[in-house]
Nanobody, 116 residues
Framework: QVQLVESGGGSVQPGGSLRLSCAASGSIFNINEMGWYRQAPGKEREFVAA????????YFADSVKGRFTISRDRVKGTVYLLMNSLKPEDTAVYYC?????????WGQGTQVTVSS
């Protein structure tokens, strides 16, 4: 099994930046892909970004393309989400996700608030 722990959330003004981290532990050697989802109050959880464990492929939601970057450190088993030019509509709880052998594992979530 895989365990995920997120960090790096917080409050920032519009136009600011934050970097989220997700540390994976346990059976990380079979991870195929890791990514981030978010859920705003009253809304469904939505996809934000993902990266293949090889690092060769990245995927982004249209709403964050050009503003967010995803990367991973295979040695540390950690995935990062660098969020630039943040907007109030980016406010949500951000969840880390790992896909391993066809199964999803979720982190506990970290709050990101963008407000002036």
């Amino acid at each position: 099994q895989v365990q995920l722990v997120e960090s790096g959330g917080g409050s920032v003004q519009p136009g600011g930046s934050l970097r989220l981290s997700c540390a994976a532990s346990g059976s990380i050697f079979n991870i195929n892909e890791m990514g981030w989802y978010r859920q705003a109050p009253g809304k469904e959880r939505e996809f934000v970004a993902a990266i293949s464990w090889s690092g060769s492929s990245t995927y982004f939601a249209d709403s964050v393309k050009g503003r967010f970057t995803i990367s991973r450190d295979r040695v540390k088993g950690t995935v990062y989400l660098l969020m630039n030019s943040l907007k109030p509509e980016d406010t949500a709880v951000y969840y880390c996700n790992a896909v391993r052998l066809g199964r999803n594992t979720w982190g506990q979530g970290t709050q990101v608030t963008v407000s002036s």
